[in-house]
């Protein structure tokens, strides 16, 4: 459009029918009542935003209590500076937030200076917070409805309409209420999200074994959560990580590492934060097989635990004679081993992908071949806790003969309980893909993903599982999210007529 054009525009005057259009938009009534209800919902999230809050004395703890509106239901617990716990405790459109906001050290002191007293304390926390909830859901009622008419007044300055927009909004809130109380699961406490600070995560999670042992005990679960972080927040550096328990074997799984050095030292944090008996990586460890990346498995020998590995489509006969020759290094090539307590069944991945003139074998081969291992199992009548490969497709005939698959090979996590019984747990790369994640098509690095794995050393069942994503600056952000294995006993090669349970995420990497 030229400058003359611009300059004869009447701009004041289509400045005037658009509010005339308005006007009379306005004007109808219908068009009144939706501006009445878009009255109550403004004016009564306004008010939840700015008045929503109370304090409330939780145990030896003072927590701020929150109610807000946001399109997935969640309670949040803000544990600062360690991280932020995450719950689905609700499907209705609000969000629960509390945040220690102060810890009174002469009851902390005293719950710390007896073990004991955080289990006398349930009781008392859960009234704590029943009390706490009651007086924010009270709160959150007068504030939206005042937020909605003193919004109606200021739009319509018409008492009636006033009046009319803080029924919408009451009407909303108490049927998100209705909605929040009909969908309540208090079993989400023992499946918390984390995010924050990788070395606080065990601490603020907690530990699963006292989560699989003590499930059915977990009457106030979310006020056994917030004494238990009251305490961990004010005496994080002397509380120990976990409880010596032998009757639970916790397993590091790791895989695509791809000669990304930064993986050694996720490696050896998550060891010494969780406390893991074992790493099991399922393959590709280097990048392309050659002697000279064998100097880079040398890391495996610094670490303190058995590390049983597969190889995978990157790796090499080499690398498979590199990481054999560490001393603490257990190679599964078509075995069945016993490692710390767990018998695992291996086998390395037929293809070598960085060899183009190598004549490599096709998905169906791979999968044929995948069968005859399986067959080998069944016939060896040996029972097998773990499967390690490299990929689900050559895994894939396990389904129904083990309890568990663990594979990797796909750069994300995902992970798919089958009706015949089996999990599979395809594990993300824990090298970030290597140099090949900063290439990834979304335009964002491929994230750094492991999981802890927690056995019960008399069955050898997986009871639970810690997924952890690290990020951020110098990878010290976490997101570690808790899975409870619903049915850790049950049966495995019977078919089951009930939905099988699957769970992939989003995009993944080639």
């Given at each position: ?25 306005r ?32 145990g ?23 991280g ?63 937020g ?20 919408v ?12 109380a ?57 509380l ?36 893991a ?19 880079f ?37 078509g ?38 291992e ?43 309980l ?93």
């Amino acid at each position: 459009m030229s400058w003359e054009a611009i300059r004869g525009y009447d701009l004041r005057g289509a400045l005037r029918r658009l509010r005339g259009t308005f006007d009379r938009l306005r004007a109808g009534r219908a068009w009144r009542w939706v501006w009445v209800v878009v009255a109550g919902l403004v004016g009564g999230w306004l008010g939840l935003a700015l008045g929503g809050q109370v304090v409330t004395p939780i145990g030896p703890a003072d927590v701020t209590l929150g109610l807000s509106p946001q399109w997935h239901g969640e309670t949040v617990v803000n544990v600062a500076p360690l991280g932020q716990l995450a719950f689905d405790t609700h499907d209705a459109p609000l969000k629960l937030e509390a945040t220690i906001t102060d810890i009174r050290l002469s009851a902390a002191e005293k719950v710390f200076a007896d073990p004991d007293a955080i289990n006398r304390m349930a009781a008392g926390i859960g009234s704590d917070l029943r009390a706490g909830v009651i007086d924010l859901l009270v709160r959150a009622v007068l504030v939206a409805v005042l937020g909605a008419a003193l919004t109606g007044l200021l739009l319509f300055r018409n008492v009636w309409r006033a009046l009319a927009s803080a029924l919408v909004s009451l009407s909303v809130l108490a049927a998100s209420g209705a909605v929040a109380a009909n969908t309540f699961n208090p079993s989400s406490i023992a499946e918390p999200r984390y995010t924050g600070l990788i070395a606080g995560a065990p601490q603020v999670v907690g530990s699963a074994e006292e989560v699989v042992g003590r499930f059915s005990q977990y009457q106030e679960q979310l006020a056994g959560l917030v004494g238990n972080v009251a305490m961990i927040y004010e005496a994080t550096s002397t509380l120990p990580l976990y409880e010596e328990d032998e009757s639970v074997i916790r397993v590091l799984h790791v895989s695509d590492i791809q000669l990304n050095p930064a993986s050694w030292s996720i490696i050896s944090t998550l060891l010494k934060q969780y406390g893991a008996d074992m790493v099991v990586d399922s393959g590709d460890i280097t990048d392309r097989g050659s002697a000279a990346e064998d100097v880079f498995v040398e890391e495996i020998g610094e670490l303190d635990v058995p590390y049983v590995w597969v190889r995978g489509q990157h790796d090499s006969m080499g690398t498979q004679r590199a990481v054999a020759a560490q001393e603490n290094a257990v190679v599964l090539d078509g075995e069945v081993q016993e490692v710390g307590g767990l018998t695992f069944y291996g086998s390395g991945d037929p293809r070598y992908a960085p060899d183009a003139a190598r004549l490599n074998p096709d998905a169906a081969e791979v999968a044929a071949q995948g069968e005859e291992e399986a067959e080998k199992v069944i016939s060896s009548k040996e029972d097998v806790d773990v499967v390690l490969m490299h990929t689900r497709t050559q895994a894939e005939a396990f389904d129904g003969v083990v309890p568990l698959v663990l594979t990797g090979g796909e750069h994300l996590r995902s992970t798919e309980l089958t009706g015949l019984g089996t999990r599979f747990l395809v594990q993300g790369s824990t090298g970030g893909a290597g140099l090949r994640g900063l290439d990834h098509e979304s335009g964002r690095p491929v994230p750094y993903q492991a999981s802890v794995l927690y056995f019960d050393a008399e069955t050898g069942r997986l009871q639970a599982r810690d997924d952890i994503d690290l990020g951020g600056v110098g990878l010290t952000s976490a997101q570690v999210e808790r899975h409870i294995e619903s049915d850790p006993d049950r049966p495995v090669g019977e078919p089951d007529e009930s939905p099988t349970e699957k769970a992939d995420d989003a995009e993944r990497t080639p």
